[in-house]
């Protein structure tokens, strides 16, 4: 199973963009879906968005229009864009790879704060 890194957290301001990658240290082309979760301070861990191997995403509804996740697997390598950023997406994002036999990877996550 892969080793998932987080990057291209940081601080941003309402209504800007950030672009966060989860870089895979194996292939993610047999993981079946790849996620984003997210945990707000003082919050529980949720889900952001998946994709799944055929290219399928669903978004949680607080995200839905303005996030895209999206998977390069020739790079090994997921994608959260992020656009219009509110402050309550301020959050630590990890990465999440879930193979189809029940086996799940977890990033160290990269906090993304949503700032004026």
């Known amino acids: 199973q892969v080793q998932l890194v987080e990057s291209g957290g940081g601080l941003v301001q309402p209504g800007g963009s950030l672009r966060l990658s989860c870089a895979a240290s194996g292939s993610i082309f047999e993981i079946n879906v790849m996620g984003w979760y997210r945990q707000a301070p003082g919050k529980e861990r949720e889900l952001v968005a998946t994709i799944t191997d055929g290219g399928s995403t669903n978004y949680a509804d607080s995200v839905k229009g303005r996030f895209t996740i999206s998977r390069n697997n020739a790079k090994n390598t997921v994608y959260l864009q992020m656009n219009s950023l509110k402050p309550e997406d301020t959050a630590v994002y990890y990465c999440?790879?879930?193979?189809?036999?029940?086996?799940?990877?977890w990033g160290q996550g990269t906090l993304v704060t949503v700032s004026s």
């Open positions: 999440n790879a879930a193979y189809s036999w029940g086996v799940e990877v």
